[in-house]
């Protein structure tokens, strides 16, 4: 064999090694997580150790929730507001289909914005907590941007879309 195919056979083996015996990792997973931003990543990483961490199911990005979620975040960034506003019309407008749905949002600056600062305010407020944890969600969209709000420049603004 020669120098290449030893390396290309590393990478193979490396690649079983890291995604094979992870628990349910599968290429689509993994190709699903590399379309969020390293935030994005972040904030769906903390939602599903919360939710394990709690004997609940993990839950995959959703591509029709995640462009719901990045496009509310801009908005939210952009004007300033920060609201729910008609998120069920939202969300089917962008295609999200299931029996249920629900969001949470959240922002904050500095140590305030980083994903697990969001998901344990999330789980501190008990509304929040029981959309984030609950059994019937099994797809989320995260759209987190950087932007101003109340005043505050670097504020990273979060919205998490879930349906089941």
Do not use: K
């Not at 064999?1 to 992870?22: C, H, N, P």
């Not at 199911?57 to 929730?65: A, E, N, Q, T, Y």
């Amino acid at each position: 064999m020669e120098r290449g195919g030893r390396t290309l056979f590393a990478l193979i083996i490396a690649g079983i090694l890291a995604f094979g015996f992870s628990g349910g990792v599968s290429a689509s997973s993994v190709s699903e997580l590399q379309s969020l931003s390293a935030q994005e990543q972040s904030l769906m990483q903390a939602i599903n150790h919360a939710r394990t961490a709690r004997g609940v199911p993990p839950v995959r990005v959703g591509v029709c929730l995640r462009r719901a979620a990045r496009s509310h975040s801009r908005t939210m960034a952009r004007t300033g507001s920060f609201a729910h506003g008609d998120w069920y019309r939202r969300l089917r407008r962008h295609g999200v289909r299931g029996r249920t749905l629900g969001e949470t949002l959240a922002w904050g600056v500095g140590v305030d914005g980083t994903a697990s600062a969001i998901v344990a305010m999330w789980l501190a407020s008990p509304p929040h907590r029981a959309t984030m944890l609950s059994r019937s969600f099994r797809r989320v969209g995260v759209g987190v941007v950087v932007g101003t709000m109340s005043g505050f420049s670097g504020a990273s603004v979060a919205t998490a879309d879930f349906s089941g």
